[in-house]
């Protein structure tokens, strides 16, 4: 399967701290997005970044990807009680057009 | 960006009914996508529907199960047939602008 894997499956963290999410694939990417997926709803698209990029910012995020390990990890700082949702990392992989989502991260920011 | 509006949000059916799933995009696109995400679980491409062409099914999922329409660039629809309550899921359709994925906002169906 080229499916993704996220570590760790849930994550419990108070306001303020950072949060980091892990995510490893099986075969070359074109891509990796990260998604976000608020109460099992639609979801909304927060970062993507190519193959040939180590490292990548937006807002409170930051992104890493590792090719030769085949891993990525996201990080939110100073989180907030908004931030609770899944995490999922999806992968555009090398010949393929469509993209294969991780089984995801849950996490819970308390106030 | 793309604004895709997604109904019904959430539904009960019987065992052995069918439910007509519809999305409506603010703008044209060429490839609309329908995903399943079973309890708990990642999400699971079902098939990728053109305008004017038969749908595109993934491995394990069939037209007579699980027919799509797309009659033009701005809507199509995913119909979930002879539902079971195996058919118990979130199912999201989405668009792509640019390698990203825009999504509905999904329609929670339960079978019983």
């Known amino acids: 399967s080229q499916q993704g894997e996220e570590d760790p499956q849930a994550l419990s963290i108070q306001e303020g701290e950072n949060a980091t999410m892990n995510c490893s694939y099986k075969t070359s990417i074109n891509n990796l997005q990260w998604y976000r997926q608020n109460s099992g709803r639609g979801l909304v698209h927060l970062i993507l970044i190519r193959s040939n990029e180590r490292e990548k910012h937006s807002g409170r995020l930051r992104v890493t990807l590792d090719t030769s390990k085949k891993s990525s990890s996201l990080l939110i700082t100073a989180s907030r009680a908004a931030d609770t949702a899944s995490y999922f990392c999806?992968?555009?992989?090398?010949?393929?057009?469509?993209?294969?989502f991780g089984k995801g991260t849950m996490l819970l920011v308390s106030p | 960006s793309a604004v895709i509006s997604q109904k019904p949000s959430r539904d009960i059916c019987q065992r052995g009914t069918s439910l007509t799933i519809q999305c409506q995009v603010d703008?044209?696109?060429?490839?609309m996508f329908w995903y399943r995400q079973q309890p708990g679980q990642s999400l699971t491409l079902i098939a990728t529907?053109?305008?004017?062409?038969?749908?595109?099914?993934e491995s394990g999922f069939v037209i007579d199960k699980f027919p799509i329409s797309r009659p033009n660039l701005t809507f199509s629809t995913l119909t979930v047939s002879n539902m079971s309550p195996e058919d118990s899921s979130i199912y999201l359709c989405?668009?792509?602008?640019?390698?990203?994925?825009?999504f509905g906002s999904g329609t929670q169906l339960s079978v019983l």
């Open positions: 999806a992968t555009v992989h090398s010949g393929y057009s469509t993209l294969t």
């Open positions: 529907a053109n305008q004017g062409s038969e749908a595109t099914y």
């Open positions: 989405s668009v792509e602008l640019r390698e990203k994925l825009f």
């Open positions: 703008s044209q696109v060429t490839m």
